[in-house]
């Protein structure tokens, strides 16, 4: 539970029958209230059930119920939301970004209107392509696609569309010491943040972080025969 959200899974033995049954008891004791026309399952686990769950509308062939058909059941290739992050059976990596950079495009376009000095473009850029790329870059990454799409967009930003560039992006994205603008750079940024992931995974103190541990059983499945699970 997070705010407003809450996440729950449950395993192959779990039904939903039970967790409706928890639930209403639980808002008729506290006050509170679920919304069930907000919620969003995803299927986890064979194609054939994933198929199968979505036709009956059951997560569990013994629930006596079907789940309600306000309830979203995400089919493969369909992302869900969840705290800012986007999951989902075989979904594209880029598909959560496009409305991002739809509204970067956007916003930035307003902004031009105003005619800003170089300088103030720069800001603008800070605030806008960093403030709308930073969370979900965090949280899932950044496609090298959309990497490329972004540094486009800040380019033909900062020189107004102008074809004949005067100064490379690279040195407006040097420090104003070395004669640049401190210009975001958003592969260098994508690179210090998965250094921060990595730090965090190679944390092998007591307050080593329970997602590696997930993480370790991804690497051993990815890894090539032969490779030791304990390297």
Known sequence: MFADDTTLFLSENNRLDTVHNILDNWCKASGAKFNIEKMEIIPIGTEEYRTTAIATQKINQLDIVPVNNQVHIASDGKAIRSLGAWIGNHTSATAPWEPILDLIKKDLDRWGRCKPTLYRRKIIVQAIVGGHTQFLAKAQGMPPPIETALTKIIRNF?????????????????????????????????????????????????????????????????????ISHLA
Do not use: Q
């Open 158 to 226: 900062m020189w107004e569309d102008d074809s004949s560039l005067r100064i490379a992006l690279n040195f407006l994205c040097l420090p104003l010491s070395e004669g640049g603008l401190n210009l975001i750079n958003i592969p260098a940024r994508n690179e210090a943040i998965e250094i921060v992931w990595l730090k965090s995974y190679l944390n092998f103190t007591p307050s080593h972080p329970i997602w590696t541990v997930v993480t370790d059983l991804i690497i051993n499945k990815a890894a090539p025969p032969g």
